[in-house]
């Protein structure tokens, strides 16, 4: 299932005030950190999977450069374990 541009939109912007990666203790809001489109587009390409499998298999996929960008790490390793639970409630209401 893929989104239409309105709606992958709309996902962007729920993804991008509600979800963040943490260092140390900072929360850096993936909005902020121009990564929320690239986690919508992610996530829409998976909606027929379901919100869980889809939020799970998308912070994998998006891949984040660190530093100079000579390393990149999964989107999963930088948030909380309570923000994929936030990203799987943002995305219930997509899959329907």
């Given at each position: 299932?893929?989104?239409?541009?309105?709606?992958?939109?709309?996902?962007e912007l729920a993804l991008a005030d509600r979800l963040y990666v943490?260092?140390?203790s900072w929360h850096l809001y993936l909005?902020?950190?121009g990564l929320a489109q690239a986690l919508a587009i992610e996530?829409?390409?998976?909606?027929d999977q379901g919100a869980e499998v889809c939020a799970?298999?998308?912070?994998e996929?998006?891949?984040v450069p660190i530093?100079?960008?000579s390393t990149r790490l999964p989107l999963a390793r930088l948030m909380p374990a309570g923000q994929l639970r936030d990203l799987e409630e943002v995305l219930e209401q997509?899959?329907?």
């Open positions: 299932m893929t989104l239409s541009a309105t709606d992958l939109k709309e996902l943490q260092v140390a909005g902020d950190a996530c829409s390409a998976r909606l799970r298999q998308a912070l996929a998006v891949q530093g100079a960008g997509f899959c329907r």
